[in-house]
């Protein structure tokens, strides 16, 4: 039996080791090309071109991918091998407790990569609002104008039927709007904390109501092993430094990400473009899976779009959202509902542009014209 294992990250590389005796020949698929017809310990490095092409002589039987602590292996890995129409049954999984562990691995006990139980990361929208009036985001924050009720209640119900299909999610990351905003913050973050104790927990803001949380919610973000990843704008300057040093009183772990110039602008309203062309080539396919209450999708996107719907009178459904509550749903039915496109693919395009505020009435502020 000959496998291909994808990516030369230092989990792959412990998966081989602990793989079978019954495997005659690996092959380590990786994106850098200067680590082409390299060797590794006498396994060959290889692109996915030279694979897919074993694969079609029977010189590989099998495609495993191995669990990421922090990474999405869904859209890095799966998605390259789906769309060469690979089937499902010879791309198999390695779970994290198993890429983590010390046990052999026996291919034998291992299932298709579309019938895991596992998630990369979740996007967990508990507010709409932000403080921040950015021309071109893609939330749509600033268009809006009073605070949309997320319900706390919807968001638990669904988060433990998320929990019987899915038993680890790898990194969820609290979102808004402007997380900070929304006065259930706590709530939130000891809920989740509590449903999906090993997952890395991140709340995505733009720093500016840091340096006002009180000590008592610091010291419980603290205790519920919290941290925070801070989006750097050019309005932030001196604000920035203010909100990492709250954070470093508490040992609070944080990450700032580089000073952001530029949006990308996501969107033409007018693009004469199917859903399933512009879903095709979407850079982001799979890349987030998001939740609002009871709803996942495969994007953000549709929970942001219902904003500039409403303002601009944009045609905007529904319908293609995961409803978690579907008592017939599983993990595999929803893998498979997030390759699909959805209904507002079709207003997505990129076009990078430069930030700015605005007051959100402007068209031009948020799609070409």
């Avoid at 030369?8 to 019954?22: L, P, Q």
């Avoid at 953000?300 to 944009?314: E, G, L, R, S, T």
């Amino acid at each position: 039996m000959n496998i291909a294992i994808i990516s030369m990250t230092d989990e792959s590389m412990g998966c081989i080791k602990r793989i079978s005796n019954d495997i005659q020949q690996i092959l380590i698929i990786e994106k850098d090309y200067k680590k082409w017809n390299n060797d590794e310990n006498g396994i060959t490095i290889c692109s996915l071109d030279k694979a897919l092409k074993s694969y079609q002589i029977h010189e590989i039987n099998y495609f495993l991918i191995p669990a990421l602590k922090r990474g999405n292996v869904f859209h890095s890995m799966y998605l390259p091998l789906h769309e060469e129409q690979i089937p499902d049954e010879v791309i198999l999984y390695i779970p994290y407790d198993i890429v983590y562990g010390f046990e052999m691995i026996d291919l034998h006990n291992l299932h298709p990569f579309i019938e895991r139980n596992e998630l990369d990361r979740l996007e967990l929208h508990i507010v709409d609002k932000c403080n921040l009036k950015c021309a071109n985001c893609s939330m749509f924050a600033a268009l809006v104008d009073k605070e949309s009720s997320i319900d706390f209640k919807k968001t638990k119900k669904a988060l433990f039927r998320l929990k019987k299909m899915y038993n680890r999610i790898h990194e969820i990351d609290i979102f808004g709007g402007e997380p900070l905003l929304s006065p259930l913050l706590l709530e939130y973050c000891e809920f989740v904390r509590m449903i999906y104790p090993s997952s890395q927990i991140y709340i995505v803001t733009n720093g500016t109501r840091i340096p006002q949380l009180s000590d008592e919610l610091l010291k419980k973000l603290k205790e519920f092993h919290i941290q925070f990843s801070i989006t750097y704008y050019p309005s932030l300057d001196g604000v920035i430094e203010k909100a990492i040093s709250n954070l470093n009183r508490y040992n609070i772990r944080f990450e700032v990400l580089p000073r952001r110039t530029f949006f990308l602008r996501l969107y033409n309203f007018y693009q004469n473009c199917t859903s399933e062309d512009v879903h095709h080539h979407c850079p982001r396919k799979s890349l987030i899976i998001a939740m609002r209450e009871q709803y996942l999708a495969s994007c953000y996107v549709p929970f942001a779009f219902q904003h500039a719907a409403k303002k601009f009178n944009i045609p905007y459904s529904e319908e293609q959202l995961i409803n978690l509550m579907d008592s017939k749903l599983c993990s595999s039915m929803i893998n498979k509902k997030l390759l699909l496109p959805l209904t507002c693919c079709k207003y997505c395009h990129d076009d990078r542009t430069e930030w700015k505020q605005t007051n959100g009435f402007h068209l031009e502020d948020w799609s070409i014209l």
